[in-house]
């Protein structure tokens, strides 16, 4: 089984556009989550999304969105970029919600903002 | 609000050597941990949760509630166990993980 798959693996932006990443979760998961790794910030979550409607959402801007399709592949965009936002953004899946239910880490996009 | 706190950023011990990675966490309802690891240029991939109470890689980790912490040990530590560990904590309400700030293993020879 393919597992989390994140696209694209490496870019870099100008301060100001906007960036969309994607994420396909593996063969059957419906729920998707996206963080934010920073050195001096850690992983942060960003949002969750399960069966097209997000369920949880993080402490970022506006600037940060999300959004699933009905086949679970998810994407987030973020508009209006700053230096800032340069990091490893990582999608989880996950095939349920309850305990015991195992979340699965693609191998992340690595944004540079210049 | 949900807290984990892992107050090592870096632990380094000799081969052979037992390890203790610390973890506590703050939650007000009842709480689902995790030991994430990551490898150098790997994904993260969860290494343990306290639900399972099982050994992996020789890793053990107990939920003390009294204490609200998760710690890792590892009797004998191996040079293949250096990575980083981030212990992680699950709300009730879906799959939002809440991490702490990682602690860098090495294990030296």
């Known amino acids: 089984k393919a597992g989390v798959t994140q696209t694209p693996r490496y870019l870099i932006k100008t301060r100001g556009q906007q960036v969309t990443l994607s994420c396909s979760p593996i063969s059957g998961h419906r729920s998707v989550s996206w963080y934010q790794q920073t050195p001096g910030q850690g992983l942060q979550f960003l949002f969750e999304?399960?069966?097209?409607?997000?369920?949880n959402k993080g402490n970022f801007p506006g600037r940060f969105s999300g959004r699933q399709f009905s086949n679970s592949r998810s994407e987030m965009n973020v508009s209006t970029l700053e230096l800032g936002d340069s990091a490893l953004y990582l999608c989880a899946s996950s095939g349920g919600t309850g305990q015991g239910n195992t979340i699965y880490f693609g191998e992340g996009s690595w944004l540079t903002v210049v | 609000a949900q807290r984990v706190t892992q107050p090592e950023k870096l632990l380094s011990v000799f081969k052979g050597a037992p390890v203790e990675l610390k973890c506590n966490y703050s939650?007000?309802?009842?709480?689902?941990l995790f030991w994430y690891v990551q490898y150098s240029r790997q994904r993260l991939q969860l290494l343990l949760r306290h639900i399972s109470r099982e050994s992996i890689k020789g890793f053990t980790a107990d939920l003390n509630k009294g204490e609200t912490s998760f710690h890792l040990k590892k009797p004998f530590a191996q040079e293949e166990d250096s990575a980083m560990y981030y212990c992680?904590?699950?709300?009730?309400?879906?799959?939002?993980?809440?991490f702490g700030g990682g602690t860098r293993l090495m294990v030296k020879p």
């Open positions: 999304y399960f069966s097209e409607t997000q369920r």
């Open positions: 992680a904590l699950k709300s009730s309400a879906g799959n939002m993980l809440t």
């Open positions: 939650y007000s309802g009842s709480p689902e």
